[in-house]
């Protein structure tokens, strides 16, 4: 277990068994299930702090942003804007909770690539205090939608290229999002929102990537966009991005580094006047969240290999199929014992595909132990799908040896709740 992914708050108790925030994972799959989504409170709020005490330490003009996709769960709003973040959504639905979990609509940041005018409507009634600006046709909408003056930020693709996985990768030119710097889109963009009544130009947003661990290429962003800045430009947002570790090889920077050289990178390219923002997702609950399953079935294939499922797999865990993505797991009764059985990690999927680990080394794993894969906190439950009508996992927070399902179990009546 030493090295791996758990939140800083994970210990063995008296058993042997893993323990988060002062909770049991063996008497916590028991009281609340498996599969389930638990997060560490004290590993997300310790993150959000070191965003917070990095900036104060450098700057008295910035602004940490939950880029709440990595989360969407209301109660995860409601921690962040507890610890003094703004939010960042993507669509009518996350900006829909944001509200109900009480932030404050100004503090509200409001992305989308092909924003409806029903998700511009809500904006414009809710208060958003802010939108970042993604097409020129977006741009015509908000004129033709919004009745009042709305903050605008225009997001720009710089044509930075951070070493990540391509689906992840957003700040190339070759891409959806954003105006690009190159062929004077950005500036086109900058100019149209100038002059419009219903949007009031306040910065520059970018967004290179996700999962990034080289962070040279946020300077290069940043000295990018200085090159469109004009008088106008009050604040700057450079996007979230920081890598994460998913396993125990992995060594990411840590959030003081990165925080660190995109102040640096601000402050020599727009001056000491413009506020710095950032909106991370990953880095800020990724580590905080593990999932717990139960093993069902083991399979030995002689000579070929031993495949361990669980009950969940692709339905509450996509990255794997999605982007490759790698995990380890440890057995929540016995984490410490060295692994003496390579297995695969299959879900219980009607796929091939369906795989969540491909190599893993567990200690003789057998039918009903408890197996738990860390830092599955990001983008987990967000892209959650009820696959071969598989109901979504309760999201459960561990707190100072409490739990509580801030969202319950979905039911196989809750698959049928929309049908006619
Ligand atoms: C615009 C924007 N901001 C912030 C984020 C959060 O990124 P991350 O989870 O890598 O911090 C994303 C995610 O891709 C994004 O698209």
Redesign the pocket.
């Known amino acids: 277990m030493a090295g791996m992914p758990f939140p800083a708050a994970t210990s063995t108790n008296d058993e042997g068994h893993l323990v988060v925030d002062g909770c049991d994972l063996v008497e916590i799959a028991a009281e609340f299930g498996t599969p389930a989504y638990l997060f560490s409170v004290s590993e997300m709020r310790s993150r959000a702090r070191a965003y917070l005490e990095a900036f104060s330490a450098r700057s008295d003009r910035f602004e940490v942003l939950f ?1 709440s ?2 989360l969407p769960v209301t109660a995860a709003y409601r921690l962040f804007a507890e610890q003094g973040l703004s939010v ?1 959504v ?1 669509s009518g639905g996350e900006l829909t909770m944001a509200l109900a979990a009480g932030y404050d609509p100004q503090r509200i940041y409001m ?1 989308g690539n092909n924003k409806t005018d029903k998700e511009l409507e809500l904006a414009d009634r809710s208060g958003v205090g802010t939108l ?1 600006v993604d097409s020129f046709d977006e741009i015509e909408r908000c004129e033709r939608i919004l009745d009042r003056k709305v903050d605008a930020m225009v ?1 720009v693709t710089p044509g930075i290229e951070p070493s990540t996985h391509d689906y ?1 990768q ?1 700040g190339q030119i070759d891409s959806k ?1 954003g105006f690009g710097l190159e062929d004077g889109s950005a500036e086109a963009a900058i100019d149209r929102v100038l002059g419009s009544d219903r949007l009031e130009l306040v910065g520059l ?1 970018c ?1 290179i ?4 661990f080289a962070i040279e290429p946020f300077r290069l962003a940043v000295e990018a966009l200085a090159t469109i800045a004009g008088d106008w430009c009050q604040m700057v947002n450079l ?4 890598g994460i570790s998913y396993l125990s090889e992995d060594d990411p920077p840590e959030i003081e580094e990165y925080v660190e050289l995109k102040v640096e990178a601000v402050k020599r390219c727009f001056g000491d006047g413009v506020r710095i923002q950032v ?6 609950v990724g580590t905080a969240g593990l999932t717990v399953y139960t093993i069902g079935t083991v399979k030995r294939i002689p000579g070929v290999r031993t495949y361990v499922a669980v009950d969940g797999g692709m339905s509450d865990n996509l990255r794997p199929m999605l982007y490759d993505a790698r995990y380890e797991a440890v057995l929540a009764d016995r984490p410490e014992r060295e692994g003496d059985t390579e297995v695969t990690v299959a879900g219980s999927h009607c796929e091939s595909g369906d795989i969540l680990i491909r190599d893993v080394s567990l200690p003789d794993p057998a039918v009903g132990d408890i197996l738990v894969i860390p830092a599955t906190g ?2 987990g439950y967000a892209m959650a799908n009820n696959y071969n009508g598989m109901p979504r996992p309760p999201v459960v927070f561990l707190d100072d040896g409490s739990a509580s399902a801030v969202v319950r179990r979905e039911t196989w009546q809750d698959l049928m709740a929309r049908d006619r």
Request: hydrophobic share 35%; aromatic share 6%; charged share 15%.
């Open positions: 880029a996709k990595a960042d993507a992305h970042i997001r992840i957003t999002f947003h967004h990537g996700s999962q990034i996007g979230g991005g920081l909106e991370p997702g990953r880095s800020l990001a983008y």
